[in-house]
């Protein structure tokens, strides 16, 4: 399985960026797919995730500003983010966890950078 993500960018304060995450590969039963960030100097930590039927789960610090949603026709994970602050610069990684086989996948990681 192969995840590519894509969107981050340079955005100013309070403005908006969708990220994207499409997986490929051999996909078997169901999944959880989500997105995590990682500044310099700290550890990847959570962002959001969506399972298979749709039930989301998001830290704290998002406040009801992103939104996560998936494809499933596409293996594609989406994240919407909305008024994002200067401590929202980090690289973005997109996460899929199978069931079946117990095994993670990760993304390459999308740089988002929130700057005026």
């Known amino acids: 399985v192969q995840l590519q993500a894509s969107g981050g960018g340079l955005v100013q304060p309070g403005g908006s960026l969708r990220l994207a995450c499409a997986a490929s590969?051999?996909?078997?039963?169901?999944?959880?797919m989500g997105w995590y960030r990682q500044t310099p100097g700290k550890q990847r930590g959570l962002v959001a995730t969506i399972d298979s039927e749709g039930i989301t789960d998001y830290a704290s610090f998002v406040e009801g500003r992103f939104t996560i949603s998936r494809d499933g026709a596409k293996n594609t994970v989406y994240l919407q983010m909305n008024s994002l602050k200067p401590n929202d610069t980090a690289v973005y990684y997109c996460?899929?966890?199978?069931?079946?086989?117990?095994?993670?996948?990760w993304g390459q990681g999308t740089l988002v950078t929130v700057s005026s």
């Open positions: 996460r899929m966890f199978t069931f079946l086989s117990s095994r993670e996948y």
């Open positions: 590969g051999s996909i078997f039963g169901t999944n959880i």
